[in-house]
């Protein structure tokens, strides 16, 4: 109950009370009290719109302000390009009517073929690069000294380790192409 109290303390404004009057003569007695903001932020983004395209145009007539024509002109422009119009309905039916004539194709297999894996967003097409935790340390090499401790026959995964790249990598199939 308070936000009623506080909603009712606060002036509404006149833009608001407009569109509240607009709302209300369409027939809409219930909604959110966002509407009206959400109305008002697109009623004044077309002023604002409107009003641009009549400077623009009055700077192109090299005139030294606004005059009702600009205004006009902008209006009709905006309304050619935010509005359209659908094609009447008679128009539509014989357009379906045409359209309707070609039946379609019959699908050998159930449902609906899918295209090659390849093709499609879902497949995998990606590699993920991990450092390897054994490159953050230097390794200084020489001919000469071996380790005290090293093993003369180095296991398997220690050799393959050693001859990789500084990173460790995974990799999920990718799509067949040639490699650069």
């Known amino acids: 109950m308070g936000d ?3 909603e009712m303390s606060t002036p509404v404004p006149r833009d608001a009370k407009i569109i509240e009057s607009l709302l209300k003569s369409m027939g809409v007695e219930e909604y ?5 903001h ?4 697109l009623w004044y983004r077309y002023v604002v719109d409107v009003l641009t395209d009549a400077q623009v145009y009055s700077e192109h007539a090299s005139k030294s302000a606004i005059d009702v024509d600009d205004v006009k002109l902008a209006i009709q422009t905006q309304a050619n390009f935010s509005f359209s119009q659908p094609p009447p309905r008679e128009v539509l039916l014989e357009l379906a009517k045409i359209r309707n004539k070609i039946s379609l194709p019959k699908s050998l297999a ?3 073929p899918l ?3 390849q093709d499609t967003l879902i497949s995998p097409n ?3 690069a991990f450092p390897n935790k054994r490159s953050a340390e230097p390794i200084e090499e020489t001919e000469e000294e071996e380790p005290a401790n090293a093993d003369p026959n180095p296991s398997q995964e220690e050799k393959t380790d050693a001859q990789q790249n500084p990173t460790q990598r995974v990799s999920f199939p990718l799509p067949k192409r040639q490699k650069d």
């Open 4 to 6: 009623i109290e506080e």
């Open 32 to 36: 959110e009290p966002r509407v009206i």
């Open 38 to 41: 959400k109305f008002l932020e």
């Open 110 to 112: 159930p449902g609906i």
């Open 115 to 117: 295209p090659p894996d």
């Open 126 to 128: 990606y590699q993920f």
